[in-house]
């Protein structure tokens, strides 16, 4: 059992004794759980202590469980609430769902075990809140250092890593698929280290040509070449007494592979066009997400070279090795770009979680990341379910947002998904609640509007 200044804060808010004893004792093992009758008691309990999920009863004597987790939220914005019922109704399900409510719960429960489940779920989202915030508030105190959301043993053993490497000065060979942070990670090791004040200058050796890529890291001299105009120092140069970072080193072509090494064997380098050697006190990190050493072996990739830049290797983690992150990293995301895009997305519903939690993720963080993005992009407000997540409802047919498919996205699948949801939402308000009203309304059968109401996490009275 973990230490009790551990254990996660949950306040019930009920005025039924019996589901008060019921969660106070089915969670004391793994809470620390604060009963209330009614309205005062709770507001009093929750401005005395941080609680890290709220369950609230939706009628109680004076007070509207609604109204009241609106009161608390206001004072917490991101508060994980889940508001119960024992009169399961349309137009405060509606509500609950608009005012962002993790989840709406119908008494007596049935199955407890979903009960747990349902309460672990929303007490992890509550830890991802927290260390978000938490991370922001140390990097705004501390340091400029990048941000490195999660906690997994993956992640943790990652940054032991760079921990025990920034500071010596060696050259760090990143290695991992694609998407997994290799750039952060790079930024991480540069701003802990004692060149953290000089530049940090990165370069992509897979996306430029072999004769453009050269000038760019060795510059040139005026005249050097048609269009040289002037002198331009290059990036060897420019990144004294900082680092270069040289992403995508497995696609360098030999010749430069070549020049690499005689530059690393002394830090001497000479312009293009000139003949006056130039020297350059910089640290180079290097990325691949190909395995080099396989490089090596196939003969694509020079051998003294590899030795030379893999002092130290650091592997970063796929994402589904790091299962623990995604619903911390999701949001991080969601919060960042309901932020940038001036949004009041959120929270991610259960079902959202669930799905985010089962994807494999081959496009690994920033598949997530565009993930989130374009779900915020295409949804008005409110919280964010799977459809507005996946709106083809298969993950890997899901691509990122782009500028040309947002505009074809948003005009057929996550709009049509949108206009659904929002849809029913009114036809429901409109109809008083009246799951028969609403299909007499809509036209749509009684049946298939409860499926498809269900399919939104609103909750009827079939």
């Known amino acids: ?68 987790l609106r009161e608390f939220r206001a004072r917490r914005p991101h508060l994980v609430g889940i508001l119960m019922t024992g009169f399961a109704d349309v137009r405060d399900a509606v509500a609950a769902v608009r005012e962002g ?5 119908t008494k007596p429960f049935e199955d407890l075990e979903a009960l747990e489940a349902v309460i672990g779920k929303a007490l992890e989202l509550d830890r991802a809140y927290r260390e978000i915030h938490g991370l922001r508030a140390r990097l705004a105190s501390e340091s400029d250092a990048p941000a490195f959301i999660g906690q997994s043993p993956a992640m943790e053993r990652v940054l032991g890593q760079i921990r025990q490497v920034a500071g010596l000065d060696t050259t760090v060979l990143l290695e991992g698929e694609s998407g997994t942070g290799k750039e952060l990670a790079a930024k991480l090791i540069h701003s802990l280290s004692a060149r953290a004040t000089n530049l940090f200058l990165e370069v992509n050796c897979g996306g430029l040509p072999e004769t453009l890529l050269e000038s760019l890291l060795f510059g040139y001299e005026k005249g050097a070449f048609t269009g040289a105009n002037q002198a331009n120092a290059g990036y060897f140069e420019k990144a004294h007494k900082g680092t270069l970072f040289l992403d995508e080193i497995a696609d360098m072509s030999p010749k430069l592979q070549s020049s690499l090494l005689r530059v690393l064997q002394d830090h001497s380098f000479t312009r293009i066009g000139s003949t006056q050697p130039r020297q350059a006190d910089f640290r180079l990190i290097c990325a691949t997400n190909r395995p080099l050493l396989a490089e090596v072996k196939a003969g694509r990739f020079r051998e003294d070279l590899y030795y030379r830049i893999a002092v130290v290797s650091v592997t970063m983690p796929p994402l589904r090795e790091r299962t623990g992150d995604i619903v911390p990293l999701a949001a991080h995301f969601l919060d960042f770009y309901s932020t940038k895009f001036g949004k009041t997305c959120g929270p991610l519903t259960p079902a959202a979680l669930q ?15 565009h993930c989130i993005e374009r779900a915020v992009a295409l949804h008005a407000s409110g919280p964010i379910d799977t459809l507005h997540l996946f709106p083809t409802g298969d993950p890997s047919t899901d691509a990122p947002l782009t500028e040309e498919t947002a505009v074809a996205a948003l005009r057929y699948q996550d709009a049509r998904a949108d206009f659904e949801r929002e849809y029913f939402l009114r036809l429901l308000d409109a109809a008083g609640g009246n799951v028969s009203e609403a299909a007499r309304l809509s036209g749509i059968p009684r049946q298939n509007l409860y499926v498809r109401t269900k399919r939104w996490g609103i909750v009827t009275d079939k």
């Not at 409510?101 to 719960?105: A, M, P, S, T």
Request: hydrophobic content about 45%; aromatic content about 6%; some cysteine.
């Open 1 to 68: 059992m973990a230490p009790t200044d551990m254990l996660p804060k949950i306040l019930v808010v009920d005025d039924d004794r019996h589901t008060r004893l019921l969660l106070d004792r089915l969670l004391p093992k793994t809470a620390l759980v604060s009963l209330a009758t009614d309205g005062a008691e709770a507001r009093q309990l929750f401005a005395a202590e941080d609680f890290n999920l709220v369950l609230m009863d939706q009628r109680l004597p004076g007070d509207n469980g609604i109204d009241l």
């Open 101 to 105: 409510v993790f989840d709406y719960l």
């Open 355 to 369: 799905a985010l939690e089962s994807c494999r993720w081959e496009g690994n963080v920033r598949q997530l990341q």
